[in-house]
Each structure stands twice: as structure tokens, then as C-alpha cells.
């Protein structure tokens, strides 16, 4: 009786916490407006980095390794920072033509001002996705953030 009083706690305490972490993410992602940049309408991520200044002083400048940018497999995302250094950088990737989810990652720092991590976007029925990379940075009193936007062919 008092395993299974103990067994029946645990797994409950484990749903309420998967939900709470969950609903915790989504939360915080939506709870106060975020000041974007986006980039120069003129900048392409199939041919080259994009630069972003915030108004803070942060600069980002992101570039995608595989310029064709495919779905379903790991493509190296980098970030190069300037006046920002911390362990991690939160970036946000989702389509913007349908809803896939928000795909959040905490990218690692691996030198000086340069960030990195293995991203694997979702592949969809519908070809021409169009997405929106994010980087969303917690002020005192405000949010900003770096918006990236990209298309996959497929």
C-alpha cells in the first residue's frame, strides 16, 4: 500500500512537472512583447551571413553551413556575437506559413563571440517554407531580439 501510495505520488509529480516546464517555455515566450530587428531585406542566408544590430549595442550575425538549407538533417547554425558573452545564446526557430511548433535552442559558446549548434528542421508536406530564427535577449525592463528570416525549397 504505501509503494504504491509512493509509485502513484511520483509519476504525478512527474506529469505535473513536464507540463509545468512545458507550459513554462511557451509562457515565457509569449509573456511581454519583444522589440525585433529583423535583418536587411537585402540579405540572403542561402548566399551569405546576416548582420543584426540591437539597439542595445548587441550585434549577431548569423550564418547557416549547408546554404541550401535542408530539411530533416543537421545543419550548423553559428552565431558571431559582439558585446554579448554568456555561456549560451537562446535562439527560437518556427515557420511562419504553418504552424510546426517553436523549435528552442540554447546554442554554446564554442570561442570567443562565436556560438554554435546542429539544427534539424522539421520537413512538411507543403514545399517554400518560410521561417523566422530568433533570438530574444531579457532586459531589465524590456525584451529585445535579433530576427532572423530564411526559406527551404522543400
Not at 548582420?51 to 530539411?71: A, C, D, H, M, R
Amino acid at each position: 500500500m504505501k509503494n504504491s501510495v509512493i509509485m502513484a505520488l511520483t509519476v504525478i509529480s512527474i506529469v505535473i512537472a513536464y507540463f509545468w516546464i512545458d507550459f513554462e517555455s511557451l509562457f515565457s515566450y509569449e509573456q511581454k512583447d519583444v522589440n525585433f530587428i529583423t535583418q536587411h531585406s537585402d540579405c540572403d542566408l542561402h548566399n551569405k551571413p546576416c548582420t543584426i544590430v540591437l539597439e542595445n549595442g548587441n550585434s549577431f550575425e548569423l550564418e547557416i553551413s549547408q546554404k541550401e538549407i535542408p530539411l530533416m538533417k543537421p545543419v550548423k547554425f553559428t552565431v558571431t556575437t559582439k558585446n554579448y558573452n554568456k555561456p549560451t545564446l537562446p535562439l527560437n526557430i518556427y515557420a511562419t506559413n504553418m504552424n510546426m511548433g517553436i523549435q528552442n535552442f540554447k546554442f554554446k559558446k564554442v570561442k570567443e563571440n562565436v556560438y554554435e549548434s546542429n539544427v534539424i528542421l522539421p520537413a512538411c508536406i507543403r514545399g517554400n517554407m518560410k521561417w523566422n530564427a530568433e533570438i530574444i535577449l531579457e532586459e531589465p525592463l524590456t525584451r529585445v531580439g535579433a530576427k532572423f528570416q530564411f526559406k527551404t525549397d522543400h
